[in-house]
């Protein structure tokens, strides 16, 4: 019984070992799986939003949203639902902990006359259409908190589709604040806040 106890016990170990992402491990089997698709140091690549920076409770939270498709947009469907269903928790969390030790640049792809309209609306919202300041749960930068993301740098396209998404009935987080605060922007507040956010550092 003993033998079989430790046998177990060492099994178990190798396991961990295995799936444990150590820290700087850019080019382990785990990483490569996430940044085929999202881009060298996890910097993002074209609709594969960039991850190194985030805040690891959000990008497990996301994570958590894939698995139970609850995150159900085109394409984490296509993508991210298929990338998770084998992920056991332990390699997410290592996965979530490792990208957010990353050092985020910004995508700087929005169009820069808007940055200036962008950052008003993200400081200030607009109290006469309802729309609340962003910086209050994002962080004066965006720099995100807790298990609210970071949004600063995060390319355009990416952020513009996710503001359209909730108006057109897509879910992210249960219990996320965001489909309220999205239903109050039009296209060219998501313009312009897409924009300001691409060139955030
Ligand atoms: C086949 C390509 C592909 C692979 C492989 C992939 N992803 Fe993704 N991932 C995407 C796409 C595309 C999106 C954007 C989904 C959307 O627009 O909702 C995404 C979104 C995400 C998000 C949401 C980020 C945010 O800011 O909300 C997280 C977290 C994530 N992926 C983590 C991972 C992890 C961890 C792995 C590796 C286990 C992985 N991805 C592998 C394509 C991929
Ligand atoms: C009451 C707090 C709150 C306010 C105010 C708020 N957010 Fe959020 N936001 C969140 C939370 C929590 C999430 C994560 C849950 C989710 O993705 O649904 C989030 C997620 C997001 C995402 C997804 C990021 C990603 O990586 O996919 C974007 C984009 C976003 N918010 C933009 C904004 C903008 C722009 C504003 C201002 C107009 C704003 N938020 C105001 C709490 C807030």
């Not at 079989?4 to 799936?19: C, D, E, P, Q």
């Not at 698709?37 to 074209?46: D, F, I, K, L, P």
Request: proline share 7%; net charge positive; aromatic share 8%.
């Amino acid at each position: 019984m003993k033998r079989i106890g430790l046998k177990l016990a060492i099994a178990a170990t190798i396991a961990t070992l295995v799936s444990a992402v150590p820290a700087g491990a850019g080019d382990s089997p785990a990483v490569r799986n996430c940044t085929w698709c999202h881009g060298a140091n996890a910097q993002g690549y074209t609709v594969a939003p960039r991850l190194a920076g985030q805040r690891p409770q959000y990008t497990l939270n996301q994570i958590r949203s894939f698995h139970d498709h609850t995150r159900d947009n085109p394409f984490s469907r296509q993508y991210m639902w298929n990338a998770v269903a084998a992920l056991n928790p332990d390699t997410a969390r290592d996965l979530a902990n490792y990208f957010a030790s990353i050092a985020p640049k910004p995508a700087n792809d929005g169009d820069s006359a808007l940055a200036a309209k962008g950052k008003r609306i993200f400081m200030e919202g607009v109290p006469e259409a309802n729309i609340v300041s962003c910086y209050a749960c994002h962080g004066p930068n965006g720099e995100g908190i807790r298990d609210i993301p970071r949004l600063g740098g995060l390319a355009y396209f990416y952020v513009k589709a996710r503001l359209e998404q909730w108006n057109k009935g897509y879910h992210s987080t249960a219990g996320s604040p965001m489909p309220l605060v999205a239903s109050h922007l039009g296209p060219d507040e998501i313009e312009a806040l897409a924009s300001y956010l691409s060139f955030v550092n």
